[in-house]
């Protein structure tokens, strides 16, 4: 087992990180982290920090990083999705044998309108895409 540090850490942020060049070679062998840039993934942005200017490794290890979060971004919300299909089959089961009528009344309302909203969304989605594979 390898206990070298990476070059490059990410500071996860809520559209992308913040990213340090790691340094362990000091003479006080302490691990410092210097910041070199801002990323935002949602509009693919690179600043970068200060007066630093960013290698051309600097980039790719950037571009690299952008990539393979933006992949997980999206593996956790197809897997967030699934989640809300367990919870609403559970809703359901909930509602069909363990709900008291007072618990019923606080939620349905509630309920009924985001299903409602979601259905339509997506039957509407759907019909898009029917038209559009029709030509």
């Known amino acids: 087992m390898s206990s070298e540090l990476p070059e490059f850490y990410f500071r996860v942020r809520e559209n992308g990180a913040t990213v340090f060049r790691v340094d362990t070679e000091n003479?006080?062998?302490?691990?410092?982290?210097?910041?070199?840039?801002?990323?935002?993934?949602?509009?693919?942005?690179?600043?970068?920090h200060g007066d630093h200017e960013l290698s051309a490794e600097e980039l790719e290890v950037i571009e690299d990083w952008m990539e393979e979060r933006t992949a997980v971004l999206a593996t956790r919300d197809i897997d967030?999705?699934?989640?809300?299909v367990d919870y609403l089959n559970l809703t359901t089961h909930w509602a069909q044998t363990k709900?008291?009528?007072d618990q019923l009344e606080v939620v349905t309302d509630a309920l009924l309108l985001a299903m409602h909203d979601l259905r339509s969304v997506l039957v509407r989605k759907k019909a898009d895409r029917l038209l559009k594979d029709r030509g």
Do not use: L
Not at 27 to 48: F, L, T
Not at 80 to 84: G, K, S, V
């Open 27 to 48: 003479r006080q062998r302490r691990i410092d982290m210097s910041e070199i840039a801002v990323v935002n993934i949602r509009n693919g942005q690179i600043k970068p």
């Open 80 to 84: 967030d999705i699934y989640r809300a």
């Open 99 to 101: 709900a008291e009528p």
